[in-house]
């Protein structure tokens, strides 16, 4: 009787905590969706690649 | 050494990992700032809390986001370049000059970081560490030297109080 009540304990507790992840990442879903609405004329930020290493290699030749 | 010797010296750091990085973080700096070989480099990192109330469900996130943090001794500027972990690339800079700050200060509480105040508006807060372990946030690069160096330039030469 004991070990059953600690077990149900247990399993309320993980249903619980996967539903709490769930809620988490749809209300986040959505607000990222409504973000995106209003914030859909930024221009992304530039962004400069790591030059490859044969492009290292020929600037150092030069 | 022992076993237990081995256990309690804590994590050891891969100075090859790391001086490769420190190469890295030089080409990027150096493709987006000119004259970059007249800055010194450490990496450091930005961090960025919000608090999220979604009915049963609350708690914090925090956004970290890598930077290469330079300083010119000379000109008395620090510049700010945006990565990523892995050095893969970086953004624009953004340049903090010392005579067009309007403060900069190290805080101690809650945490270690280097704030600059380049404007009433907006502020940025640095944080640097000789070496941070997790490499899937933090650029792997040991930097003690450099660290020191940057806080004695920080709290010298920049710092406005």
Redesign the interface.
Same mark, same amino acid.
């Given at each position: 009787m004991f070990w059953k009540e600690i077990g149900g304990i247990l399993i309320f507790l993980l249903v619980f905590v996967i539903f #709490?992840n769930i809620?988490?990442h749809f209300?986040e879903s959505i607000l990222t969706a409504i973000k995106k609405i209003f914030c859909c004329h930024k221009e992304p %930020? #530039?962004?400069? %690649?790591? %030059?490859k290493e044969d492009t290292?290699e020929d600037e150092e030749d030069i | 050494m022992g076993f237990f010797g081995k256990l309690f010296k804590g994590p050891e750091i891969d100075m090859e990992k790391s001086d490769a990085n420190a190469k890295k973080m030089r080409l990027l700096f150096n493709q987006v700032v000119e004259n970059g070989d007249t800055y010194q480099l450490i990496f450091g990192y930005t961090e960025d809390v919000s608090w999220f109330n979604y009915g049963f469900v609350h708690g914090s996130k925090t956004k970290i986001g890598n930077l290469i943090v330079g300083w010119n001794e000379e000109t008395k500027t620090i510049v700010v370049v945006p990565t990523v972990p892995d050095l893969s690339g970086c953004g624009d800079p953004v340049y903090y000059r010392r005579s067009e700050i309007m403060k900069a200060y190290r805080n101690k509480y809650p945490t270690d970081a280097f704030i600059i105040y380049p404007d009433k508006k907006a502020y940025i807060g640095i944080n640097a560490y000789d070496w941070l372990e997790d490499e899937k946030l933090y650029v792997y690069v040991s930097q003690e030297k450099e660290l020191a160096a940057f806080t004695e330039f920080f709290m010298n030469q920049y710092a406005t109080k």
């Open positions: #709490a809620w988490f209300v %930020p #530039a962004w400069h %690649p790591l %030059p290292r | -």
